[in-house]
T-cell receptor
């Protein structure tokens, strides 16, 4: 049972435009969310996180939005750059457990 | 600071063979994790450890074993390899339970 879902397997955007990657979760106990970026043949690297006490967290070109009532989070990348082309995973955890649950990933292609 | 290292990078096993995937981290992290990633899927947690001598099962532990005798090392053992264990395996480590995880480069395993 997939508790964290990324329903868009792929996304293409023009360089300079905004990229919006979406993630939905089913477990209302999740209270901490992270985004990871993964290049081919490498391990994922941490990008940005958000706690459930916030609804927005920003770090440079990357902003994560959390809508707890909808159990939905999104990652905005503005402006998108060709180097952002990678697979993006969202992950979630709760403070009652030690596990992170990952989505299936969205492959972002930024077209120069 | 090498971070998280994994060996080997690639391995082909025959059905029924056994092997150990090695993982070492030099960041003095208490928490360590083993994930597998199948094509088109997210990362699934196999086992994790919250410190030396303490391990626990994740979502997909069947067919695997782990040990944690030191803070640095967290090997993953496959006793009787099966084709269903063909996957890319990632080791990760972190400090606090809900902090970002640092991933190794992965081991690509094929069981024929």
């Amino acid at each position: 049972d997939q508790q964290v879902k990324q329903n868009s397997p792929s996304l293409s955007v023009q360089e300079g435009r905004i990229s919006i990657l979406n993630c939905d979760y089913t477990n209302s106990m999740f209270d901490y969310f992270l985004w990871y970026k993964k290049y081919p043949a490498e391990g994922p690297t941490f990008l940005i996180s958000i706690s459930s006490i916030k609804d927005k967290n920003e770090d440079g070109r990357f902003t994560v939005f959390l809508n707890k009532s909808a159990k939905h989070l999104s990652l905005h990348i503005v402006p998108s750059q060709p180097g952002d082309s990678a697979v993006y995973f969202c992950a979630a955890s709760s403070n009652t457990g030690n596990q992170f649950y990952f989505g299936t990933g969205t492959s972002l292609t930024v077209i120069p | 600071n090498a971070g998280v290292t994994q060996t080997p990078k690639f391995r082909i096993l025959k059905i029924g063979q056994s092997m150990t995937l090695q993982c070492t981290q030099d960041m003095n992290h208490n928490y360590m994790y083993w994930y597998r990633q199948d094509p088109g899927m997210g990362l699934k947690l196999i086992y994790y450890s919250v410190g030396a001598g303490i391990t626990d099962k994740g979502e997909v532990p069947n067919g695997y074993n782990v040990s944690r005798s030191t803070t640095e090392d967290f090997p993953l053992r496959l006793e009787l390899a099966a084709p269903s264990q063909t996957s890319v395996y990632f080791c990760a480590s972190s400090l606090p339970r809900q902090d970002e995880q640092f991933f190794g480069p992965g081991t690509r395993l094929t069981v024929l």
